[in-house]
T-cell receptor, first 110, second 111 residues
Framework: SQTIHQWPATLVQPVGSPLSLECTVE??????LYWYRQAAGRGLQLLFY??????ISSEVPQNLSASRPQDRQFILSSKKLLLSDSGFYLC?????????FGPGTRLTVT | SQQGEEDPQALSIQEGENATMNCSYK?????LQWYRQNSGRGLVHLIL?????REKHSGRLRVTLDTSKKSSSLLITASRAADTASYFC???????????FGDGTTLTVKP
């Protein structure tokens, strides 16, 4: 079965600083991969998804970007963080119609 | 915009009671899924129901789907304190390859 790794678990960054969150997947090949953001007490907002290396679909216009340099690696980045980028970031992979989630990264922009 | 909306937003019950959560959506779907999230953790898939199904069971979970009303319900029977979590529905349209999540129902089961 697949395992999703995310790091770091928590991150505190100042406004205007860059961001790089990494997600790696074990136990499956050629997965569909997803980045979500969750605000406190809310549901998941889909940010990006990828069906293969170098293939990224953006769901919400924002100052974030995503890359997939390897089959099982998905990276979320920003050149300059905004206060509104704070939240809980979740990476997921898909098998069939089910999604499997990583443990998440709690980002606080100060 | 959110496709799925859960109701109620919060639910508090005693251990042993049943918990029912509802999800409404707006457009035709291929399937609907329910997920659970413990505080500060990732989501865990619970159950999937396809658009041509009306009811599914998994252990103490029972899910119904009414496509004419565009709604689904999740019933947890004989609840336990360990069922305390947030529960989300996620809808997927045909050939979409992605799901849309609601804002969830926060369930508290008091021992």
């Amino acid at each position: 079965s697949q395992t999703i790794h995310q790091w770091p678990a928590t991150l505190v960054q100042p406004v205007g600083s860059p961001l790089s969150l990494e997600c790696t997947v074990e136990g499956t090949s050629n997965p569909n991969l997803y980045w979500y953001r969750q605000a406190a007490g809310r549901g998941l907002q889909l940010l990006f998804y990828s069906v293969g290396i170098g293939q990224i679909s953006s769901e919400v216009p924002q100052n974030l970007s995503a890359s997939r340099p390897q089959d099982r690696q998905f990276i979320l980045s920003s050149k300059k963080l905004l206060l509104s980028d704070s939240g809980f970031y979740l990476c997921a992979c898909r098998r069939g119609h089910e999604q499997y989630f990583g443990p998440g990264t709690r980002l606080t922009v100060t | 915009s959110q496709q799925g909306e859960e109701d109620p937003q919060a639910l508090s019950i005693q251990e042993g009671e049943n918990a029912t959560m509802n999800c409404s959506y707006k457009t035709s779907i291929n399937n609907l899924q329910w997920y659970r999230q413990n505080s500060g953790r990732g989501l865990v898939h619970l159950i999937l129901i396809r658009s041509n199904e009306r009811e599914k069971h998994s252990g103490r979970l029972r899910v119904t789907l009414d496509t004419s009303k565009k709604s689904s319900s999740l019933l947890i029977t004989a609840s336990r304190a360990a069922d305390t979590a947030s529960y989300f529905c996620a809808t997927e349209m045909a050939n979409a390859g992605k799901s849309t999540f609601g804002d969830g129902t926060t369930l508290t089961v008091k021992p």
